[in-house]
């Protein structure tokens, strides 16, 4: 049997490139979502092709039948799905159906996401030594845990975005998701640790983090060699990689804001959410907080 072509081997239609950078520039999506949204579009024109179909309801149910698909899988699909017709109706002026309205998506079950916990990091800033970059990486590993930014918005950062009282970075002006500027104050961690980078940095002006080493002095950091980075730490450090990827860093941070009792709608502001639905994941942390103090009740 072969095996299905996956993200990564898949041929993409170069018809899809004027979507993908609409996502890219107008939408801000994270790269990794550009490759999903992309992989889904292409599988189901390829599958349209393929069956002689015109993209409507009955299609997309039959397709999903075929499929079989989870229902979180499913949400994922039809999100780019929606995207993709919705570009082409709204941006391109097409007389196109988006076969997704009247389909009705599954209920899938919030998962609690894995994050690394205050001990995970200091483990990481523990294996350091020898590392090239150790000032860059111990000082932007409790920023970025420090803000709960997205590893995008963190290194997409210029020194002009600090927010200076007395000569000290106490806030952040943010570029997130659709080119939104959100105002971030900076946590006690955060603060500190941004003051050891800019103590250690040479220049003062242009990209906020950049390497340090002479070949690739003064280049703003990348986010994939920050991703391999970080999962070569996490396994020198004994920690389960999945846990300690960049974007779980915001994760931890959202969890400690829950866990101190802070709002969700705090949490949205901070966190760059445009719905309160997604920051409801943290709810969970709260509950059993609140759980633990009703278990105190006993019974007569």
Same mark, same amino acid.
């Given at each position: 049997m072969k095996n299905k072509p996956g993200i990564q081997n898949q041929i993409f239609s170069p018809e899809l490139t004027p979507f993908v950078r609409y996502l890219e520039s107008e939408r801000g999506h994270t790269p990794q979502g550009i490759r999903r949204y992309r992989y889904d579009v292409q599988l189901w024109?390829?599958? &349209?092709?393929?069956? /002689?179909?015109?993209?409507?309801?009955e299609a997309l *149910?039959?397709? &999903? /039948?075929?499929?079989?698909?989870?229902? *979180?899988?499913t949400q994922g699909f039809m999100a780019a799905l929606r995207a993709y017709y919705r570009w082409r109706q709204e941006v391109c002026g097409e007389v196109v159906e988006d076969p997704t309205k009247g389909v009705g998506r599954p209920r899938a079950g919030r998962r609690i996401p894995k994050r690394p916990s205050r001990e995970d990091l200091q483990k990481l800033l523990s294996v350091l030594k020898g590392e090239p970059e150790v000032r860059l990486l111990s000082t932007f590993l409790p920023f970025l845990y420090g803000t709960g &930014?997205?590893?995008?918005e963190a290194l997409g950062l210029r020194l002009e975005h600090l927010i200076l009282e007395q000569r000290r970075p106490v806030a952040l002006r943010v570029i997130g998701k659709g080119? %939104?500027?959100?105002?971030?104050?900076?946590s006690p961690l955060a603060q500190q640790a941004l003051e050891a980078w800019l103590t250690a940095r040479s220049s003062r002006r242009g990209p906020l983090w950049v390497y340090q080493q002479k070949k690739y002095q003064g280049r703003p950091? /990348?986010?994939?060699?920050?991703? %391999? %980075?970080?999962?070569?730490?996490?396994l020198r450090a004994g920690l389960e990689v999945s846990r300690c990827s960049p974007h779980k860093f915001r994760h931890a941070y959202a969890t400690e804001l829950a866990d101190g009792g802070v709002g969700l709608d705090a949490i949205k502001e901070l966190l760059g959410h445009s719905y309160i639905s997604t920051t409801q994941i943290y709810l969970h942390t709260g509950y059993q907080r609140l759980r633990q103090a009703v278990a105190q009740l006993k019974t007569i």
């Open positions: 024109l390829s599958w &349209l092709a393929a069956q /002689g179909q015109e993209a409507n309801q *149910r039959t397709f &999903l /039948g075929e499929r079989s698909l989870s229902p *979180r899988r &930014l997205r590893v995008s080119d %939104k500027e959100r105002l971030v104050p900076l950091v /990348g986010i994939s060699w920050l991703q %391999k %980075k970080l999962a070569s730490l996490a």
